[in-house]
């Protein structure tokens, strides 16, 4: 399985924005999804926005008109803009590929001061 990293987290003041990366340890072209999901303090982790190999984007309630997903396939590496953040939007970031069933990273801590 692909392995993935993520970075770009940190305190942040709401209103800010912040970029989180994703960078995979092999070619991320030929993914056919991917994606960030979120798990905020003492909740389950949620589904925050997906990609496909074509570049076909869907997003959360939660993200729309905020986050932008998009990837870089020479780099192997997907990124997640986060535009005028909200405390609710704290907690940890995680990259995945392939769904529930596929890789995971080990997050990133995203946490949004009021």
């Known amino acids: 399985q692909v392995q993935l990293v993520e970075s770009g987290g940190g305190l942040v003041q709401a209103g800010e924005s912040l970029v989180l990366s994703c960078e995979a340890s092999?070619?991320?072209?030929?993914?056919?999804?991917m994606g960030w999901y979120r798990q905020a303090p003492g909740k389950g982790r949620v589904l925050v926005a997906t990609?496909?190999?074509?570049?076909?984007?869907s997003y959360a309630d939660l993200a729309k008109d905020r986050f932008t997903i998009s990837k870089d396939n020479a780099k192997n590496t997907l990124f997640l803009q986060m535009n005028r953040l909200s405390v609710e939007d704290t907690g940890v970031y995680y990259c995945?590929?392939?769904?529930?069933?596929?890789?995971w990273g080990q997050g990133t801590q995203v946490t949004v001061s009021s």
């Open positions: 995945n590929s392939q769904g529930p069933w596929g890789s």
């Open positions: 092999e070619s991320i072209s030929s993914l056919s999804l």
């Open positions: 990609i496909t190999a074509e570049g076909r984007t």
